[in-house]
């Protein structure tokens, strides 16, 4: 059989007198001794005087093992002097007790010092003396044990007059001095580390981030020191550049080579000697950008590779820069040629100069620029003999098309490959030649021509003539294209570049529903257009939306007036619609371009590819009845206007407050945000439906979880934020059930018919509904159940406070001692039958009493 809970045994012990408080001690010996143990429930008065007055050895340890947590009973059991409770009292570690209530038990020991128990192997100055914590020791120094105190004394290195110690067993105890050991000796402490200041600045044989040589000689000594890694600042400054002997430098170089991180801090100087620069280029040549000037010499070294584009990159564009690598050289020395041509500058003006002398070569024909795109790969001279060389095959590329043509990609790569190098030859050609080469360029050399290679708005218009606004696609390759770029090609209304934009680039919604409509841009905005003059949608983009699980892509489907699109999204089984006002939106669009038989078609239809088999329809019904509504009178202008009229009720403040009330009440904490959010995406923002809201509370109770959520917001009406704080209580009960459109039930009738649940020794749901002014305590002694929760509520709503009790307290209090005394009186064994019954009995307080009574009598 289970225990009473212990607020049920205190209370029942709050209302007996003393002599059946002595009567029911050992009637329920079981269910006391848990109370005592227990730090949830109060220890009445009398119950405290007999278990004290009893010295029963299981009620006072029982008592003990809580006594931390109740003041005046550990006071009372300290005082006792039981060595027998002295370990629990006194606690196990450091930090269960305070040093006042630790105090206390020696203040209690003082006065049965003698008496055997404190000798004890077990007893608590036995565990004391081997014990070495401060904490636990300290306050044993008003122990009336002297050997204790003078273990207390060496542990926590202090000393205090301990007066005169009573007791037969243990003598009289004096004050010492605070110190130990002889008399003249003086106490060890712990001195601080003897810091020597030179070591704040290490020796140069010592790590340090910084090294600050003033001369050649020491700049050579850290220059050397292997261990060092950090960095050196060169002595000298720009009004004395002569500080360092640069001849020395290079000499000690030849001797014995400088490590690489110290030829990268000499090659940053502007003074540094060539020798040296290039020591340290061979050496940091993988490191990224030069560490300091650029010489010729650099692209001569066996070190170098012209075939590695970045590090090319890194020597050119500094080096031309500078004057350093002459372009015209560059152009006639360094290979290979293709690698050179990605890796130039192209914005200088001697490169620009160079390459336009060379091209100029090439005339304007195709053939020669063909034979350089032919070349280009595998070719491993410089620039200027791969003009030669293509001059020399021109005739073999005479009538021919663009070699192996390939079509845009998306993204678009920019990759220092043939085709790249190509184009930075195309850029140096004049006006005449590059229009003339534009006509046989293949799809992707205009795409990544038109990406990355900035042409005039002049040779942009006349490739857009040459291969139609479809050519522009390429330019909407990845999700990274400007916003203004996307602007700018939208006005084009081109089949092909509106499917490029939708599928690589950040459309926002707007761009997205004007894409799948298939309308006409014109003066900046998207523009009513007949069905027969609409942009068509391109297999690719088709393709693109029956392959999407992107909720955006697919929403916009909802606005294009397309059956096609509007299947797929139906058809989807990652993307679905969940507001009735897109829905028929939707409706609206496929009317007013297609007419009612595609709308009719539309809610017949019952196979949505993507979509697994099921009997509904993935329309909502309030849609698919507006729907057949309006195509039953599809004479103009009723059907559309019905349509419409719907569309424009659930777009509303009244159809957005149905949905909420529907969407917002779900069994998830963040539904009615959800909710919020799926309104913004599918219908678009508006004013939230406050008044919608509460006149639709007046004709059919919102759901409790709805309430309380919407009181959560800004600007909740004063009436629904009434309503939320019962119908947070409400949800608050464990056993209660919400039912949408039913009216909720008052507190006063889940008291009735939902049982109450305690946990922890109180019953949490009744002093919530009591603290709302919801329940009374009447109502609760009357009706709820089951009697234990009453009891453990009862016992806490009645307990004497620091503020005088209310009528309503005392005359509660007056009403279950009543009932006590009808149906128990005075008979332990009626009292101690309720306390038995209590666990597992159902019904309520009033109801277990006369049980318990009626049992017994």
Same mark, same amino acid.
């Given at each position: 059989?289970?225990?009473?809970?212990?607020?049920?045994?205190?209370?029942?012990?709050?209302?007996?007198?003393?002599?059946?408080?002595?009567?029911?001690?050992?009637?329920?010996?079981?269910?006391?001794?848990?109370?005592?143990?227990?730090?949830?429930?109060?220890?009445?008065?009398?119950?405290?005087?007999?278990?004290?007055?009893?010295?029963?050895?299981?009620?006072?340890?029982?008592?003990?093992?809580?006594?931390?947590?109740?003041?005046?009973?550990?006071?009372?059991?300290?005082a006792l002097g039981d060595p027998a409770l002295?370990?629990?009292?006194?606690?196990?570690?450091?930090?269960?007790?305070?040093?006042?209530?630790?105090?206390?038990?020696?203040?209690?020991?003082?006065?049965?010092?003698?008496?055997?128990?404190?000798?004890?192997?077990?007893?608590?100055?036995?565990?004391?003396?081997?014990?070495?914590?401060?904490?636990?020791?300290?306050?044993?120094?008003?122990?009336?044990?002297?050997?204790?105190?003078?273990?207390?004394?060496?542990?926590?290195?202090?000393?205090?007059?301990?007066?005169?110690?009573?007791?037969?067993?243990?003598?009289?105890?004096?004050?010492?001095?605070?110190?130990?050991?002889?008399?003249?000796?003086?106490?060890?402490?712990?001195?601080?580390?003897?810091?020597?200041?030179?070591?704040?600045?290490?020796p140069k044989n010592r790590r340090s981030w910084?090294?600050?040589?003033?001369?050649?000689?020491?700049?050579?000594?850290?220059?050397?020191?292997?261990?060092?890694?950090?960095?050196?600042?060169?002595?000298?400054?720009?009004?004395?550049?002569?500080?360092?002997?640069?001849?020395?430098?290079?000499?000690?170089?030849?001797?014995?080579?400088?490590?690489?991180?110290?030829?990268?801090?000499?090659?940053?100087?502007?003074?540094?000697?060539?020798?040296?620069?290039?020591?340290?280029?061979?050496?940091?040549?993988?490191?990224?950008?030069?560490?300091?000037?650029?010489?010729?010499?650099?692209?001569?070294?066996?070190?170098?590779?012209?075939?590695?584009?970045?590090?090319?990159?890194?020597?050119?564009?500094?080096?031309?820069?500078?004057?350093?690598?002459?372009?015209?050289?560059?152009?006639?020395?360094?290979?290979?040629?293709?690698?050179?041509?990605?890796?130039?500058?192209?914005?200088?003006?001697?490169?620009?100069?160079?390459?336009?002398?060379?091209?100029?070569?090439?005339?304007?024909?195709?053939?020669?620029?063909?034979?350089?795109?032919?070349?280009?790969?595998?070719?491993?001279?410089?620039?200027?003999?791969?003009?030669?060389?293509?001059?020399?095959?021109?005739?073999?590329?005479?009538?021919?098309?663009?070699?192996?043509?390939?079509?845009?990609?998306?993204?678009?790569?920019?990759?220092?490959?043939?085709?790249?190098?190509?184009?930075?030859?195309?850029?140096?050609?004049?006006?005449?030649?590059?229009?003339?080469?534009?006509?046989?360029?293949?799809?992707?050399?205009?795409?990544?021509?038109?990406?990355?290679?900035?042409?005039?708005?002049?040779?942009?218009?006349?490739?857009?003539?040459?291969?139609?606004?479809?050519?522009?696609?390429?330019?909407?390759?990845?999700?990274?294209?400007?916003?203004?770029?996307?602007?700018?090609?939208?006005?084009?209304?081109?089949?092909?570049?509106?499917?490029?934009?939708?599928?690589?680039?950040?459309?926002?919604?707007?761009?997205?529903?004007?894409?799948?409509?298939?309308?006409?841009?014109?003066?900046?905005?998207?523009?009513?257009?007949?069905?027969?003059?609409?942009?068509?949608?391109?297999?690719?983009?088709?393709?693109?939306?029956?392959?999407?699980?992107?909720?955006?892509?697919?929403?916009?489907?909802?606005?294009?007036?397309?059956?096609?699109?509007?299947?797929?999204?139906?058809?989807?089984?990652?993307?679905?619609?969940?507001?009735?006002?897109?829905?028929?939106?939707?409706?609206?669009?496929?009317?007013?371009?297609?007419?009612?038989?595609?709308?009719?078609?539309?809610?017949?239809?019952?196979?949505?590819?993507?979509? /697994?088999?099921? +009997?509904? !329809?993935?329309?909502?019904? $309030?849609? *698919?009845? %507006?729907?057949?509504?309006?195509?039953? #009178?599809? &004479?103009?202008?009723?059907?559309?206007?019905?349509?419409?009229?719907?569309?424009?009720?659930?777009?509303?403040?009244?159809?957005?407050?149905?949905?909420?009330?529907?969407?917002?009440?779900?069994?998830?904490?963040?539904?009615?945000?959800?909710?919020?959010?799926?309104?913004?995406?599918?219908?678009?923002?508006?004013?939230?439906?406050?008044?919608?809201?509460?006149?639709?509370? /007046?004709?059919? +109770?919102? !759901?409790?979880?709805?309430? $309380?959520? *919407?009181? %959560?917001?800004?600007?909740?009406?004063? #009436?629904? &934020?009434?309503?939320?704080?019962?119908?947070?209580?409400?949800?608050?009960?464990?056993?209660?059930?919400?039912?949408?459109g039913a009216k909720p039930p008052t507190a006063?009738?889940?008291?009735?018919?939902?049982?109450?649940?305690?946990?922890?020794?109180?019953?949490?749901?009744?002093?919530?509904?009591?603290?709302?002014?919801?329940?009374?305590?009447?109502?609760?002694?009357?009706?709820?159940?089951?009697?234990?929760?009453?009891?453990?509520?009862?016992?806490?709503?009645?307990?004497?406070?620091?503020?005088? #009790?209310?009528?309503?307290?005392?005359?509660?209090?007056?009403?279950?001692?009543?009932?006590?005394?009808?149906?128990?009186?005075?008979?332990?064994?009626?009292?101690?039958?309720?306390?038995?019954?209590?666990?597992?009995?159902?019904?309520?307080?009033?109801?277990?009493?006369?049980?318990?009574?009626?049992?017994?009598?």
């Open positions: 059989m289970r225990l009473a809970e212990h607020t049920v045994v205190s209370a029942a012990y709050a209302l007996a007198d003393r002599e059946l408080t002595r009567a029911l001690m050992p009637r329920v010996r079981e269910e006391t001794v848990a109370l005592l143990r227990s730090e949830l429930a109060a220890v009445p008065p009398l119950l405290l005087d007999e278990v004290i007055a009893s010295r029963d050895p299981e009620l006072l340890a029982a008592l003990a093992s809580s006594a931390a947590h109740r003041g005046d009973v550990f006071d009372r059991l300290a002295a370990v629990t009292l006194y606690g196990h570690h450091e930090w269960d007790r305070t040093a006042a209530q630790r105090a206390a038990v020696w203040q209690g020991a003082a006065a049965t010092a003698d008496d055997p128990g404190w000798q004890a192997k077990d007893s608590l100055p036995a565990r004391l003396l081997s014990s070495r914590i401060p904490e636990r020791l300290e306050p044993a120094l008003l122990a009336p044990f002297p050997e204790l105190v003078e273990v207390a004394r060496r542990v926590t290195g202090k000393g205090t007059n301990t007066g005169t110690g009573t007791g037969t067993g243990t003598g009289t105890g004096t004050g010492t001095s605070a110190t130990t050991g002889p008399a003249n000796s003086t106490p060890r402490t712990r001195q601080p580390a003897n810091i020597n200041p030179a070591n704040t600045n290490p910084e090294r600050h040589p003033k001369t050649t000689t020491e700049l050579l000594g850290d220059l050397r020191d292997k261990d060092f890694r950090g960095t050196i600042e060169l002595p000298g400054t720009p009004e004395t550049p002569d500080a360092l002997d640069w001849d020395e430098l290079v000499a000690q170089h030849r001797a014995e080579p400088f490590h690489e991180s110290g030829l990268r801090t000499l090659w940053a100087h502007p003074d540094c000697p060539e020798e040296l620069a290039l020591a340290a280029y061979e050496r940091n040549r993988n490191s990224g950008r030069p560490g300091g000037a650029v010489h010729w010499s650099m692209l001569e070294s066996p070190h170098f590779d012209g075939a590695e584009v970045h590090g090319l990159t890194q020597l050119l564009r500094p080096g031309v820069t500078s004057g350093a690598l002459p372009a015209d050289r560059v152009l006639a020395e360094v290979a290979p040629a293709r690698s050179v041509l990605c890796a130039l500058p192209h914005d200088h003006e001697d490169v620009r100069a160079a390459l336009a002398a060379q091209v100029t070569r090439l005339g304007t024909d195709f053939a020669p620029w063909r034979a350089v795109y032919s070349l280009l790969p595998r070719f491993s001279g410089t620039v200027t003999g791969l003009v030669d060389a293509a001059l020399a095959e021109t005739s073999n590329h005479l009538g021919k098309t663009w070699p192996k043509p390939m079509a845009a990609e998306f993204p678009s790569r920019r990759l220092p490959n043939g085709r790249q190098a190509w184009l930075r030859l195309y850029d140096a050609a004049d006006r005449t030649t590059r229009r003339a080469l534009a006509e046989h360029m293949d799809a992707r050399a205009i795409q990544q021509l038109l990406l990355w290679h900035r042409p005039s708005p002049e040779l942009r218009a006349h490739i857009v003539q040459l291969r139609g606004p479809s050519v522009l696609a390429g330019i909407a390759s990845s999700w990274d294209t400007r916003p203004e770029v996307i602007e700018e090609l939208i006005p084009y209304n081109d089949p092909e570049a509106n499917a490029a934009l939708f599928l690589n680039t950040d459309l926002t919604p707007d761009q997205r529903r004007h894409v799948l409509s298939g309308r006409r841009w014109r003066d900046g905005e998207s523009a009513d257009t007949p069905a027969a003059d609409r942009v068509p949608l391109t297999e690719n983009l088709v393709d693109g939306l029956r392959e999407s699980a992107r909720r955006p892509w697919l929403l916009a489907c909802a606005d294009s007036g397309d059956p096609v699109p509007c299947r797929i999204l139906l058809g989807s089984p990652r993307v679905k619609i969940h507001t009735p006002a897109l829905e028929l939106h939707m409706l609206v669009r496929l009317w007013e371009r297609h007419g009612p038989d595609e709308v009719r078609a539309l809610l017949d239809e019952t196979d949505f590819p993507g979509r /697994k088999t099921q +009997p509904r !329809h993935p329309l909502s019904p $309030v849609t *698919l009845e %507006a729907g057949r509504a309006a195509v039953d #009178a599809e &004479a103009e202008p009723d059907g559309p206007a019905l349509l419409r009229a719907a569309y424009e009720a659930a777009a509303g403040p009244a159809g957005r407050a149905d949905f909420l009330s529907d969407k917002g009440s779900g069994p998830e904490d963040d539904d009615l945000t959800k909710a919020l959010e799926l309104l913004d995406e599918e219908v678009g923002p508006g004013p939230f439906p406050w008044a919608e809201l509460a006149a639709a509370h /007046k004709a059919k +109770p919102l !759901h409790d979880r709805l309430l $309380v959520r *919407l009181a %959560a917001l800004d600007g909740c009406p004063p #009436a629904l &934020a009434a309503e939320s704080a019962a119908a947070g209580l409400r949800l608050s009960h464990p056993q209660y059930r919400p039912r949408r006063s009738e889940m008291l009735r018919k939902l049982p109450m649940r305690v946990a922890h020794s109180r019953c949490g749901w009744l002093e919530k509904a009591h603290g709302l002014g919801q329940v009374t305590l009447d109502e609760v002694v009357r009706t709820a159940f089951p009697a234990q929760a009453t009891v453990a509520f009862l016992a806490r709503a009645l307990a004497p406070g620091d503020s005088p #009790a209310t009528e309503e307290v005392r005359a509660t209090r007056r009403a279950v001692a009543a009932l006590a005394t009808e149906h128990l009186s005075d008979d332990p064994e009626g009292w101690a039958l309720a306390l038995r019954l209590a666990p597992d009995f159902e019904g309520t307080l009033p109801d277990l009493l006369l049980a318990s009574g009626a049992v017994v009598s």
